[in-house]
Structure formats: C-alpha cells, structure tokens
C-alpha cells in the first residue's frame, strides 16, 4: 500500500479492502453528506462500489481520492484527492464529523495538492461546493483558489473554483 504524504498529523494513503466499512459508515451519516450532491445518504453498495473504483484508479494511474488517516490514532479519517469522473479535474474531500473542526481538511488538501501537482503532474485542478459550505469555500480559499464559474444543481447554487492563470481562455462548466 502506498503512502502519498504525511503531514504533521496525517496520513495520505492507497485505499484497501478494510476501508469499506468507515466509508460506509462515513456516507450513511446525513450531517457528512448534507452539501454533497441531492444530499442524501448512500448505501453500503455504494461504499463498497467507491472503494472498488479508487483500487482500479490507483493500481492504473496511480491519484485519486486519497485516504486519509490520522497518524496518532491509525483510523480512517476520510479522503482527499481529485477525481476526474465529470470530465475536469475535481478536487474534493469528505470527513467523518469526529475529524472536523481540527485543521485537517486543509491540512490534507495541501499536502494532496503538492502531490497532484508535483508527484502526478496535475493542472487546470477544480473544485466545487454549493455555498452553503463555508468550511469546503474556506480550504479552496486558502489553497490559493479563486472563482472561476457557477452552475446550478438539484435546486442549488453550485460555485467553482481555480487557480488563478490556469484559465487564459475562460471556463465554461460542462453539463453534468
Ligand atoms: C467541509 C470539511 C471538509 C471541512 O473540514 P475541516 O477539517 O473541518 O476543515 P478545517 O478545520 O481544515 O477548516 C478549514 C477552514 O474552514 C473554516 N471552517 C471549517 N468549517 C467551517 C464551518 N462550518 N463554518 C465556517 N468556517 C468553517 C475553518 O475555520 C478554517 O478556516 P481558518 O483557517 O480561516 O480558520 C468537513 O466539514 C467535511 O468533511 N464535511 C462533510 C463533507 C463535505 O461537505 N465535503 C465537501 C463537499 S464540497
């Protein structure tokens, strides 16, 4: 299994088979999946499914969503990592609450960022959250991103962000 980085108190890492069950548990709970998507939980299916696909993505590619682990503690925090499944380079993160509020989604998107652009040579990275999620707008923020375009989903206001120059000819989101 491959470690992507560590931070201070973090670990960047390929997904496993034992993921299965706190991504399960992650995606089952309505508070973590409230600004994701129509907001609605998922299943164990969808879990097992997620899991399955990040193994194909980091055995042929190499990046992905990466897992996240707390160093300390050894336990499945969340991921971090880009995904490219809507046809652009999309940077996202999910985190169990027990994890929030303790700097570690900026704490690992800095180091996911440095690896996504130095280790898999990634740009014209995007990121997205409907406005309403001040915490996720706050991370791409300080990542040094910016607005580059909206678009409007299941009813609601969906903001995307960039980095600044990697944009000469303007951005048009693409349909979903
Ligand atoms: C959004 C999420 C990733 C934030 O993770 P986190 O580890 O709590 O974030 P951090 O502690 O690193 O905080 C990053 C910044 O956002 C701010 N922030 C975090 N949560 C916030 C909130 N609910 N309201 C306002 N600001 C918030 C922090 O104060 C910090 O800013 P600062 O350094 O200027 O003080 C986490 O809450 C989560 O996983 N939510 C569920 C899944 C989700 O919504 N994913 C994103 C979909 S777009």
Redesign the pocket.
């Known amino acids: 299994m491959k470690i992507h980085a560590r931070t201070e108190r973090l670990v960047l890492r390929d997904w496993t088979p034992g993921d299965v069950e706190p991504y399960a548990a992650l995606v089952a709970d309505p508070?973590?999946?409230?600004?994701?998507g129509n907001g609605q939980t998922r299943s164990r299916e969808y879990a097992e499914d997620f899991v399955a696909e990040q193994i194909h993505h980091q055995k042929t590619r190499g990046w992905m969503r990466f897992v996240v682990e707390e160093a300390a503690s050894g336990l499945f925090a969340?991921f971090c990592g880009l995904d490219d499944k809507t046809g652009r380079l999309d940077f996202?993160?999910?985190?169990?609450?027990a994890?929030?509020?303790?700097?570690?989604?900026?704490?690992?998107?800095a180091a996911a960022l440095y690896v996504a652009q130095n280790a898999f040579g990634l740009t014209r990275i995007t990121?997205?959250?409907?406005l309403d999620?001040?915490?996720?707008?706050?991370?791409m923020q300080?990542m040094g991103m910016s607005e580059i375009g909206t678009y409007v989903a299941y009813g609601e206001t969906v903001v995307v962000y960039g980095f600044p120059g990697e944009w000469p000819d303007g951005f048009s989101v693409p349909r979903e």
Do not use: L
């Not at 508070?31 to 994701?36: H, L, R, T």
């Not at 994890?99 to 998107?109: D, I, L, Q, S």
């Not at 999620?133 to 991370?139: D, E, L, T, Y």
């Open positions: 508070e973590v999946m409230q600004y994701i969340g996202g993160w999910r985190y169990a609450k994890f929030w509020g303790r700097g570690y989604g900026f704490e690992a998107a990121c997205q959250s409907v999620n001040p915490g996720s707008i706050r991370i300080k």
